[in-house]
């Protein structure tokens, strides 16, 4: 990998960190309403793989999608704008934090509800020939839901060119995944003949080369695949509720995909690529809130 592109992912990275500490702050500081899912901690699972898919392939996310989002589109004005309920905001204010919809991008926060969907527009992909692929992005948690085994089920009976990255952070919520799935996740998808592969890395490097591998390979012969994610879910589930011990969470913070980042940087570079972060979400944060309400009615 060129130093030119290891900094490319660093910098994703650490904008969609700083983007989600910053939205927690507004958050506490009562500048945001709705809610919020952080992506702290998880952040070399999105950028790792969607830095492989370009302007045709579609992408569906979840409650937890900012880093998802970000790491496609860097539109961090659209997104904070949209939770703040503004006209710029990316769905002009009307989807905030967990719906977003932008150039082939769509996050839904009820959990596994577009895995049907998904599979209907890879079908879609293929029959059109268009060269494709559609990212679906789901959590441990939402493996309990049915329509996921629908999805791997069609999409392997029709061959359809699927990539289905399950983030296993080993909780929803506040269930850890002990309490909540029998077997192992990687048997799950093998079982309807679906190649899955299993990864245990928070290392955006790693992520980055396998999942280029997994796509280009999709990109050939259009068929589905799973792509398990082993990692961690650094801050709270939503906001300040975080109902792990401490001990568990300074064990877990061993593993933040930002510590192994910034051990190969220089002292200098690691905080230039901060500032450039931070300069981009202060501009950013003003922009979206000297912006106009979308219901000014509703904001007096
Ligand atoms: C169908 C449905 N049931 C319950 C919820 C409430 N809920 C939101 S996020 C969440 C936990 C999801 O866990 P997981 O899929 O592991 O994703 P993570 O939050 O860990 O990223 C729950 C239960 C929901 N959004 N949709
Ligand atoms: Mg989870």
Redesign the pocket.
Known sequence: MTENLKKELFRKMILIRLFEERVLELFSLGMLSGTTHAYIGQEANAVGVISHLNEEDTIFSNHRCHGHYLAKTRDVVGLLAEMMGKDIGVCSGLGGSQHICNQNFFSNGIQGSYMPIVAGMALAEKLNNTGAIVTAFI????LGEGTVYETFNLASLYQVPLLTVI??????QTTP?TLSLAGSIADRPRAFGISTTEMDTTDVEVIFQCSGEIISQMRKDKKPHVLILNSQ?LGPHSKGDDSRPLAEISEIRKLDPLLLMEDQLTVHDYALLRAQAKEIICQAEKEASESEMRFLEYAK
Not at 139 to 142: H, I, L, Q, R, V
Not at 167 to 172: D, G, M, S, V
């Open positions: 959590g441990d948690g939402t983030e296993n952070n080993r909780i929803a995944i879910r």
